[in-house]
């Protein structure tokens, strides 16, 4: 049957809500009606035929005492029933629909549904349908219900409806175009209801791809014997019927009996009555009885099952939460799928709780069935997955292991990119992951990575979000892609190691010069945190905050308690009051400043800092080691006993950063405890002419992370030497170093985008400056006339909109000059992570304005109402990624405020010509391979600071730097003119048509005696 009639079925099924729930049921509620009506018209219509056969059935078997007489009533359902269900009710929906009173209705209808089978009781029970019908009855809904889903104009009966001569009204629905019927359903309710785009039906297209390439591999050794076919996220089981279907298809026609048995599990009530009610339709009674109802990863319903081919489209981007929580959590994690022991290692696969979608395959990799002789296929795995399962999770953790797992244990067949669109109601990008535990040899140690993005062909009307599809001859040439193994344009293969890399931290020493001033030491009053909050209690409460805090504190409580905007509520009211405004105060940070211990160490580190300050003076100490010699060996000599944690505040309060100042030592080993080794942070160096070795004290704020690919030649010490060295003379590797694998699947297959020719752009524009200047002598000899005209007249107001540039599209040539510098962004640009300013002007991160203040905005914008201390500083001269970077570029900041803590902001390492950089990352290339750096596949993608690290910029010297500015500045300034101008004469032409219109301009035309000369 066409799309077109299975749509206009599906139309009119939901036409019916309309029609009849409209005022009963809230829109989010008519599927808890629609879906089941329509899986009991569909039993209804496969049993009337069969109807009387039945009632002497059961009346045969009550008189003979037989009480289990479902084996005998399904045999007498006929081959419609396929023999698998049964209703011994004395009723059919259509004898229902004489029913003119609603309690008798309610009645008959009841018994109606208690007269079916135990295995379609089940169905309605997970529909909860029987819930229904009460509000049903009281709306008087029943009854029109029934008598629509009956209508002459449609047929869900599997066989055709003829007229009086025997010609065919209406075809007869098989099994397969009730199924895509109930599935499109399924899927206008989801979007109806915004549900997760993960939770969507598969099309047919992409699973009969999955299906042959876990199949077609395969093909010539299957063997007349029994397979077991699953999936854990079944759904509506439409994809279990593709591969059995296909399974079946290659057997017969390599003369094979092949014996297939469905599993199956679904975790949402009305698709697991589904995928039932599909089964037992097609006479699979035992297939219906394997089909399990709960959550796969929870309550995994076949926790000792093994299958030969297992295939699924799990839910992305869904949070488990619930399931992690009742297997323990991550820490007490008691399922042994998901903590396994590997290299000698127990391996942790528990993902983020936001998104559980490769728990599926770590599920299905858990049920392989073990290669044997009599059993030499093992298991072949076909699972659909978003981008996010090719890269998120960092080394370590529990997405990149799940990923190192399958890659080292040799599992990984291929993944194949799918065309965007291909899926209902969801536009993220989707990959096919195909594995299994008998790779042939040529596949061995090796991935390879289909690009079928460009392989498609459009709907004739599009379903949802999907506007494309799978041809036949498409399936098979994919298929024939991945069989032929081979590298192309299309294809890549790698060797598993390709996507491993060693994750191990960079550390730079710390370098300070320090004085102990007595600004510094003021500090040290408030050194337990939230000094502006401490501060604003000290000018209120004095001394006695340190001193006898008991006697202040329930005065400090109810403050904090005024503060937080739960005190007096006229007390907010006085605008030009000076207090502070304050938010309400998080519990925890109230309860610190509670504390009476805090306040006293506070003290406690102010007089020892006053004191130190007596004994040692106010000079500056260039060497950070010599002043931590002199402040211990002071405080040895006035008596004065801190712990090594309140010394090391008192060192930090009065000690800033200096860049050429010696390291600061940390630790000096034993003469012989130790050897020399630059790579990983032992120096030597030489104290009262003995050499000896030591570690510095890492500077937090220079520490960094390095992927040392797996593959690089020489490892880590030679990546030492050519990545890390050149950049950071004093840098050093910090073990232990932790394995991690991703994907950069995007980036393998990037293609710059075509930027347009410059011979036909510059054409273009000379084509219209020539335009231009030849309407120039139109407006000399028409404006003077204006003018005189208006001259007495008050002048005509026109709205000016100003210029409207949202997006610069400058270029960045593929190619550089050979005296250019081409550096990874990690060597030109740090992360900075300064928090803990909330009385900072907050900011705005927009494509069109760059950074500005939310308050300069000419939009509304939401302003967040609770504590900000977690956002993040900016300072001028910072480069901002946002979510939208993936989009428009990274952008610049002239302003100092806060940004989310969502962003990324990032300062220059070395000196640079900030206005180049900004055009660079405005460039349409560049923000083609940023999007290439996404770790996440939301609407708003993240890009970290480490994938933006990785990416390759150019930088020419400082000088060409300013020029190159200085010629995109004025282009852009030449845009803005030409955009003027032509605002400008739009304002000169609509007062001068004012004019014109009114006859005042008598030199523009002449008159003669027979009237209006305008030759």
Known sequence: M?????????????????????????????????????????????????????????????????????????????????????????????????????????????????????????????????????????????????????????????????????????????????????????????????????????????????????????????????????????????????????????????????????????????????????????????????????????????????????????????????????????????????????????????????????????????????????????????????????????????????????????????IIALPNNMFYNTQMETFIWVLTNTKPMHRKGRIQLIDATEIHQPLRKSLGAKNCEFSDQQIKQICEIFLAFEETEQSKIFPNAAFGYWKIRVERPLRLHSQLTRKAIQGLRYASGDEDIRQALHEEYGDALFENFSSVRKQVEQTLRDWGGNGDEDSDGDEDSDAPKRTAIPEKKRKKLLKADTWKRDKKLYDAARALRDELGENVFTDHNIFRNAVSDALKNLGIKLSAGEQKIILNSVSWRVEDAPPVIKKVHKPGKAEIDPLYGLYEIESDGNPMVVEYEPDSELRQHERIPLMYQGGEPAFYQNEILPHASDAWLSVPRVLGYRIPFNKIFFKPPRIQDIDSLTAKTDALLIEANNRTHTREQLLPGVRQAITQDTPISLEDNGPDIDNIGTRWMGRVPSHWEIEKAKHVFREVVDKGHPDEELLSVTQSQGVVPRSALDISVVMPGGDVSSYKLVQPGDFIISLRSFQGGIEYSACRGIVSPAYVVMRPKRRIHEAFFTYLMKTPRFIAELATAVSGVRQGKNITYEDFSEILVPIPPIEEQVQIADRIRSLIQLAETHQQLSQSIREEAAIAANELVAGQLPCVAERSEDGVNLS
């Open 2 to 414: 066409e799309n077109g009639q299975l749509n206009w079925i599906a139309n009119f099924i939901w036409g019916i809500a309309d029609d009849v729930l409209r005022d009963v049921y809230v829109r989010g509620k008519y599927r808890d009606v629609i879906l089941p009506m329509t899986v009991i018209r569909r039993l209804d219509a496969c049993l009337e035929s069969t109807k009387q056969d039945v009632l002497k059935m059961s009346e045969q078997l009550d008189k003979a005492g037989v009480a289990n007489k479902v084996g005998a009533l399904s045999k007498a359902a006929g081959p419609d029933a396929n023999h698998a269900f049964y209703n011994d009710s004395p009723f059919t929906l259509r004898d229902l629909q004489a029913r003119a009173k609603q309690q008798q209705l309610k009645a008959d209808f009841e018994a109606y549904l208690d007269g079916f089978s135990p295995n379609v009781q089940e169905i309605l029970d997970k529909f909860k349908f029987r819930n229904q019908i009460p509000t049903l009855v009281d709306a008087d809904a029943l009854g029109p219900l029934i008598e629509k889903f009956l209508n002459p104009d449609i047929n869900l009966s599997p066989h055709p409806v003829r007229d009086a001569e025997g010609t065919v009204r209406l075809p007869g629905l098989d099994n397969h175009a009730m199924g895509t019927i109930f599935e499109e359903l399924i899927r206008r309710f989801n979007e109806e209801n915004n549900e997760e785009a993960g939770e969507h039906f598969t099309p047919r297209d992409v699973v009969k791809l999955m299906a042959n390439l876990i199949f077609w591999p395969i093909a010539d050794d299957i063997q007349s014997a029994t397979y077991r076919v699953y999936d854990g996220a079944c759904g509506t089981g439409g994809m279990l019927t593709v591969a059995e279907d296909t399974l079946r298809d290659l057997a017969n026609s390599r003369g094979k009996d092949v014996s297939i048995h469905l599993f199956g599990q679904e975790v949402n009530p009305e698709t697991y009555a589904i995928s039932k009610a599909d089964l037992l339709l097609k006479g699979e009674g035992q297939g219906a009885e394997n089909m399990k109802f709960g959550s796969t990863l929870s309550r995994d319903a076949f926790p000792s099952g093994e299958f030969d081919f297992m295939l699924s489209n799990p839910p992305y981007g869904k949070s488990w939460k619930t399931d992690l929580d009742r297997m323990g959590g991550k820490k007490d994690m008691s399922d042994h799928r998901f903590v396994v022991q590997h290299d000698g290692d127990e391996l942790s696969l528990i993902t983020r709780s936001s998104d559980g979608q490769l728990l599926f395959l770590v599920n299905k990799l858990t049920k392989m069935v073990e290669p044997t002789d009599r059993s030499p296929l093992g298991s072949r795995i076909a699972e659909v997955h978003n981008g996010s399962s090719l890269f998120t999770g960092d080394a370590g953790q529990g997405e990149s292991n799940i990923r190192r797992w399958i890659i080292e244990n040799d599992w990984l067949e291929a």
